[in-house]
């Protein structure tokens, strides 16, 4: 089996691969690279996202043929694809980020500014907090309710389709964590930075 992290410059991605690479051991060959051919004969893909929405979708749009390579992986042929923070918040439609910016479009939704309540909370929500499962997705297997995951964020994804979430946060408000669309899986916090619980959530995705 090939699990390719997708490498197209949106920060430093080495605790992603690390992560994957010790939980897959020696079972499972972890591929990081933007080669369009090695994406499209994987198995399961990872996108991570670190910076700005605008930043990473500019990055996606930076390699030639690469969305629309990840839209024949995931929406057209439906293999498994996990996407980590901003990686998760590009499949919006929008994002509000320094300014208006198209997402990919896979999970109709927007991605806005998370409320501090007047400078109540702080901005970036960093660090650990519980997570609420509310649906019973493939990739919380073995995952106990109200686990602590580490967050990294300033912006959050509001879907119109309130189904797709699969975890909640409460940080100022409701903050939508993971969502799980068929054969998309999305996670706001990192898993790889989660110490043994996130390291399940990569464990799950990888036997999916």
């Known amino acids: 089996m090939n699990v ?19 939980v897959a051991k020696d079972k499972v060959n972890i591929e ?3 080669d369009l051919t ?12 670190q910076g700005s929405f605008k930043s990473c979708v500019d990055a996606l ?7 629309d390579t990840l839209n024949e992986f995931a929406i057209n042929h439906k293999k498994p694809l996990l996407g980590i923070c901003v990686g998760l918040q590009m499949f919006a439609d929008t994002g509000y980020e320094e300014i208006e910016t198209k997402g990919l479009g896979w ?34 297997q073995g995952i106990e309710n109200n686990s602590h ?3 990294v964020h ?6 119109v389709d309130k189904n797709v979430i699969s975890a909640t946060t409460d940080y100022s408000s409701n903050i939508v964590c993971s969502v799980e669309k068929e054969n998309i899986f999305g996670t ?18 990888i036997s999916l």
């Open 38 to 49: 090695k994406i499209k004969s994987s198995d399961k893909v990872v996108l991570p996202g």
């Open 188 to 205: 706001q916090f990192h898993p790889e930075k989660s110490d043994k619980m996130g390291l399940q959530i990569i464990r799950n995705f």
């Open 107 to 140: 999970i109709p939704g927007k991605v806005s500014k998370l409320d501090n309540k007047n400078g109540k909370y702080k901005l970036p929500h960093i660090g650990w907090n519980e997570i609420n499962i509310i649906k019973d997705s493939k990739i919380f």
């Open 32 to 34: 990081v690279t933007s």
């Open 4 to 22: 390719t992290i997708v490498d197209y410059n949106s920060g430093n991605i080495s605790s992603v691969i690390n992560s994957f690479k010790e």
């Open 61 to 67: 749009n930076s390699i030639s043929g690469l969305i």
């Open 149 to 151: 995951m580490y967050f």
């Open 154 to 159: 300033s912006y959050e994804f509001i879907p």
